[in-house]
Nanobody
Framework: QVQLVESGGGLVQPGGSLRLSCSAP????????MGWYRQAPGNQRELVAA???????NYADSVKGRFTISRDNAKSTVYLQMDSLKPEDTAVYYC??????????????WGQGTQVTVSS
């Protein structure tokens, strides 16, 4: 079982910032798309932002202009810079990595989740 390592969650006041990171081990193979999802209590998991291997990004309408996704291919790491945070951004954030393994083919890997709480 591949373990993605997430970090950066926490408690922040409205209007504040947080930066999440997620690293994938080399054993996942060739990484394609990387992304961040979130799930608030009672809600379904939803896409926050995604980035392709070529750097094309996609954002949920609710975070456009406030969140920025980026990746460091040399480190197999994806980041999510979250600015102007709102209470409705409170959720558990999960990273997702789509990769192609030379033996096992295309696989999707999820992080363990990191809590982001926006509250005064």
């Amino acid at each position: 079982q591949v373990q993605l390592v997430e970090s950066g969650g926490g408690l922040v006041q409205p209007g504040g910032s947080l930066r999440l990171s997620c690293s994938a081990p080399g054993s996942v193979g060739n990484i394609n798309a990387m992304g961040w999802y979130r799930q608030a209590p009672g809600n379904q998991r939803e896409l926050v932002a995604a980035i392709t291997s070529g750097g094309i990004t996609n954002y949920a309408d609710s975070v456009k202009g406030r969140f920025t996704i980026s990746r460091d291919n040399a480190k197999s790491t994806v980041y999510l810079q979250m600015d102007s945070l709102k209470p409705e951004d409170t959720a558990v954030y999960y990273c997702k990595v789509d990769a192609t393994h030379v033996i096992y083919g295309r696989r999707t890997h999820w992080g363990q989740g990191t809590q982001v709480t926006v509250s005064s």
